[in-house]
């Protein structure tokens, strides 16, 4: 079962780029990796999937080194809106079912 | 279109009582998957289902049940209710419920039981 390790907090000022990074160190060869935002009292909301090297949308980028034991989640120029949990996880697939497994996350300030 | 809806958004209970929750998933979706969040921790897995199946249960008691109707929208039931029940109850959607397809959650319904 692939677990994440993430930081606890992160603190970054509004206009600046937000990099978090997660460790997956027993990912399985068919996981993707994703990222999820949360805020409070409403579920979580998607924000990125990659398999490997670099993956970009119109929110955010996700570098995926080689060996894919790790992830960073970049966020360019966030804003206070961004203030939010963020959750990597790793897609546990097995016989056909999906179980995603969501640590603690990252709990993101961002200050004026 | 409409993203994943949850009912109903707040719910009150007492121990012993029984609730069910319901979802309905995105439009084409055919996988929904239920997930428990407890304040300040991340959600937790309970079951999955595809095309009425259930694919996946995770650790949770027998109090805990769900299934999902032809036309993919999905009850969670759970009985005799205990405190540590109060969480927010998620719902998720996918097309397929892969590891390479998103899940799409809806805003939950909090469950308080006193």
């Known amino acids: 079962l692939a677990k994440t390790t993430q930081p606890i907090s992160m603190d970054s000022y509004e206009g600046q780029e937000v990099n978090i990074t997660c460790s997956h160190n027993?990912?399985?060869?068919?996981?993707?990796i994703t990222w999820y935002q949360q805020f409070p009292s409403q579920g979580p909301r998607f924000i990125i999937q990659?398999?490997?090297t670099k993956v970009t949308n119109e929110v955010a980028s996700l570098f995926i080194p080689a060996d894919r034991k790790s992830s960073t989640l970049s966020l360019p120029r966030v804003s206070l809106s961004d203030t939010a949990v963020y959750y990597c996880?790793?897609?546990?697939?097995?016989?056909?079912?999906?179980?995603?497994?969501f640590g603690t996350g990252t709990r993101l300030l961002v200050s004026p | 279109d409409a993203g994943v809806t949850q009912s109903p958004t707040h719910l009150i209970k007492t121990r012993g009582q029984h609730v069910t929750l319901r979802c309905s998933p995105i439009?084409?979706?055919?996988?929904v998957s239920w997930y428990q969040q407890v304040l300040g921790q991340g959600p937790q897995f309970i079951f999955q289902?595809?095309?009425?199946?259930?694919?996946g249960r995770g650790n949770f008691p027998d109090r805990f049940s769900a299934r999902q109707f032809p036309n993919y929208s999905s009850e969670l039931n759970v009985n005799a209710l205990l405190l540590g029940d109060s969480a927010l109850y998620l719902c998720?959607?996918?097309?397929?419920?892969?590891?390479?397809?998103?899940?799409?959650f809806g805003d939950g319904t909090r469950l308080s039981i006193l």
């Open positions: 998720a959607s996918s097309w397929q419920g892969a590891s390479n397809q998103p899940q799409h």
């Open positions: 027993n990912i399985a060869t068919n996981d993707y």
């Open positions: 990659g398999y490997k």
């Open positions: 996880l790793v897609g546990v697939m097995n016989t056909g079912f999906q179980k995603l497994v």
């Open positions: 439009s084409g979706h055919k996988s």
């Open positions: 289902y595809y095309e009425k199946e259930e694919r």
